[in-house]
């Protein structure tokens, strides 16, 4: 049975609607346990814990990550399927270096697999914009509960807002609308337990008013990053 070192040591999702995941100086080492950690299948060499990533060989080379990536179609990503959910871009080097402002994008949640360094010496950013515009890696995942939906009203009044997307923790509640018939509060979905690597959830659509207005959408939930 051959042996190798687990680099991959800590997973992140970025919070949605427009917020920024900064991360600096950071060294990979050792999961806590023993150094060596025996791999199943001989010749494979596996990397992670609740989301691995096995290859018949170790990365022979350096990455450096700068500007914009896109996990749908970026030739360094080596796709790797999940029992549940989305595949995810794995991208792995000897060493990795995000070297200057890198905004990650695209349908899979992004892995970054380092065998000797992983430096992040700029910002790397999975977030999504509130906008909609752009949208974090594996952000919006098809295993998201339904959103919830604001309270409309048919009277002169104002409709409720939405709650927020629920992922690891519960989204806030949506607001009550304003005058007597106005649309009432509404509560956010449950958290849910992540068993695997996905991007957060939407927030939901807000309520029709009673003078005609139509809800504003929801914001994109963050996208998902495992160095």
Do not use: W
């Not at 360094?76 to 402002?101: D, F, L, Y």
């Amino acid at each position: 049975m051959r042996q190798a070192r687990i680099v991959v040591v800590s997973a992140l999702v970025a919070s949605g609607c427009s917020s920024i995941l900064g991360i600096d100086d950071l060294s990979l080492r050792d999961a806590g346990g023993p150094p060596d950690v025996a791999v199943d299948a001989p010749g494979a060499f596996c990397y992670g814990t609740f989301v691995k990533a096995c290859f018949d060989v170790e990365p022979g080379s350096p990455v450096v990550l700068s500007g914009p990536v896109d996990t749908t179609n970026d030739p360094r990503c080596v796709n790797i399927p999940q029992a549940s959910g989305e595949p995810i871009c794995v991208m792995r080097g000897t060493m990795i270096t995000v070297a200057a402002t890198t905004t990650v994008s695209g349908s899979r949640p992004l892995m970054l697999v380092a065998t000797e360094t992983l430096t992040v010496s700029s910002k790397l950013d999975v977030a999504s914009a509130i906008t909609g515009s752009h949208l974090g890696p594996g952000s919006n995942s098809a295993l998201c509960a339904p959103t919830v939906q604001g309270t409309s009203t048919t009277a002169m009044a104002g409709a409720g807002g939405a709650p927020g997307g629920s992922f690891a923790t519960p989204g806030g509640g949506g607001g009550a609308g304003h005058l007597t018939g106005a649309g009432a509060t509404s509560a956010a979905n449950p958290a849910q337990t992540a068993t695997l690597l996905r991007g957060g959830c939407p927030g939901g659509t807000g309520g029709n008013s009673g003078f005609g207005g139509t809800g504003g959408i929801g914001g994109a939930g963050g996208g998902a990053v495992y160095l």
